[in-house]
């Protein structure tokens, strides 16, 4: 489990992430870190270490941070994810699904980490699982864009339109900025489906 100081800052950073604004994780991180210092939590220390070298590309270096964060706080759900996903980005593919599951089982109300596993499941075609993850992530964060989004794309997957159609509509809904490119293209794929569900 993340420490209680640390939570609402990992969340800010991965949703910064999530939507690109990689100066805004970055200053978030320097914040993080400096707080981890101050509290002497060698393993914050690490994971926020782990997260600047994620933003730059530095995956072989984000991993072994991450074992040393893992190291003082072997129930860190998120450095598992993350482990996971870079792992993906240096094409490692063997292991991921373990990762997640281990990541999971650590901190099983983690919604970032049922989110990334059922990504992961629909990437490499298996939707009726990602379906499964997705829906576990938002029963922890109903309101995570990102994975109504990708619960539509399983959808579409498993030809099932009027779903998709549906998750679409909620990400649009919960969406902070919908004048944003991807409050557009949320619209985009919305008309797009409208028509295939009512022709």
């Not at 990689?22 to 782990?50: H, K, N, P």
């Not at 040393?68 to 996971?84: E, I, K, T, V, W």
């Not at 919604?111 to 596993?117: E, G, S």
């Not at 864009?145 to 159609?165: K, R």
């Amino acid at each position: 489990m993340n420490d209680p100081h640390f939570t609402e800052l990992r969340c800010q950073i991965d949703n910064a992430i999530t939507f690109h604004d990689l100066a805004g994780a970055r200053s978030l991180i320097v914040t993080g870190l400096e707080l981890a210092q101050r509290l002497e939590c060698l393993g914050e220390v690490m994971y926020f270490r782990a997260q600047g070298a994620i933003i730059d590309e530095r995956f072989t270096e984000a991993l072994e941070l991450l074992n040393q964060a893992l190291a003082f706080n072997p129930a860190d759900g998120a450095a598992y994810n993350d482990m996971a996903l870079c792992m993906l980005e240096l094409g490692r593919i063997d292991g991921v699904l373990e990762v997640f599951d281990h990541g999971i089982a650590v901190e099983p109300d983690y919604a970032t980490i049922h989110h990334n596993k059922g990504w992961f499941l629909n990437k490499i075609g298996r939707p009726t699982e990602a379906l499964a993850c997705f829906r576990q992530a938002l029963a922890f964060a109903p309101q995570r864009v990102v994975t109504w989004e990708n619960m539509a794309n399983a959808c579409e997957e498993l030809g099932l339109p009027a779903q998709a159609l549906e998750a679409y509509q909620k990400a649009l809904f919960y969406l902070k900025d919908a004048d944003t490119g991807i409050g557009a293209q949320l619209r985009a794929e919305i008309a797009r489906l409208e028509l295939v569900v009512q022709g």
